[in-house]
């Protein structure tokens, strides 16, 4: 595959804890920048380094020009370099897109343990497209002149009631709307088509999905779908929507996932301390 230059951003605990490492994937139509608001600061106060790569054509890495080109595969490839080049296997925690993307690591068995925020469930989008296009007739168009910067009341209303919940600030709206992009066609077909993918038996490692109660996305019942794939924790956060590490749900969904890091570190088999013999003992 075609080498690019992905830009990360990365923040480091002031003093390091022994923690994995995190690799945070961010979702379509956004970039890394999604987790820089709230999530890698906090995490990194809790001991862990974090690393959020921008995907190809998203953000400041390469493959802006040939955006719709770009496929799932090329996004796990982006996603395998970063994996790859830290000192240990990492926890991947993934949102919407990122979570599929995350889903294809773990199946590889390339990461220890991952965190699924608002996944696609594991039949594709096209349940989830179908629904937003009955309901919001508008959807695609105001999406489309949302990548290419332009908002107005209606495309923020929409911005709200799709990817967030009725109580959300404006200003969380403008947020999201400062980070919108536009999104690989490619990629998006791929999603709608998961159905057709021969699903591989899943490794047995430990795995959190998190859903929004208000997800117009992907509702809870396709969260719980995800979940009973990997047989993982589920936890459903309540009024929050599919946006929720951006709104003021995020530190709801960031506790539920710490509290579960710790957990694992918890279960983690501990290393026997050496024996020291005394001199002469022998």
């Known amino acids: 595959m075609t080498q690019r230059r992905l830009h990360v951003i990365r ?13 945070f994937l961010h979702g379509g139509y956004v970039d890394a920048r999604c ?10 106060s ?27 595969d090329d996004y796990l490839a982006d996603s ?26 773990l199946e590889l068995s390339l990461v220890e343990a991952g965190v699924l925020l608002s996944p696609v469930p594991p039949h594709g989008t096209l349940e989830s497209a179908l629904t937003l296009f009955l309901r919001y007739p508008g959807f695609l168009s105001e999406v489309a ?25 404006p200003e969380t709206l403008l947020d999201l709307a400062r980070l919108v992009q536009p999104e690989s066609l490619r990629a998006i077909c791929d999603m709608s088509l998961l159905a057709w993918r021969c699903l591989p038996a899943v490794p047995e490692l430990p795995v959190l999905v998190v859903g929004g109660e208000l997800d117009a996305v992907f509702p809870p019942h396709m ?52 024996s020291i013999v005394p001199a002469g003992s022998a």
């Open 80 to 105: 395998i370099g970063v994996v790859e080049r830290l000192d240990r296997k990492p926890v991947v925690i993934g949102h919407s897109m990122g979570a599929c993307i995350a889903e294809r690591l």
């Open 11 to 23: 923040h480091f605990p002031a003093t390091p804890a022994g923690r994995p490492p995190l690799v």
């Open 46 to 72: 809790h001991g862990y380094e974090c690393h959020a790569p921008d995907l190809a054509g998203h953000g400041r890495s390469d493959g802006v020009e040939p955006l719709d080109a770009l496929s799932l």
């Open 35 to 44: 987790w820089e608001a709230h999530f890698l600061p906090c995490f990194a």
């Open 145 to 169: 002149r949302m990548t290419r910067g332009v908002f107005d009341e209606r495309s923020l209303r929409l911005l709200r009631d799709v990817y967030f919940t009725p109580a959300t600030q």
């Open 223 to 274: 969260a719980s779908r995800v979940a009973k794939r990997w047989q993982a924790e589920l936890e459903i956060v309540p009024a929050a929507g599919h946006a929720m590490i951006l709104d003021r749900h995020w530190q709801t969904c960031a506790d539920h996932i710490l509290d579960w890091l710790d957990r694992l570190e918890q279960a983690r088999p501990k290393r026997p301390s050496a």
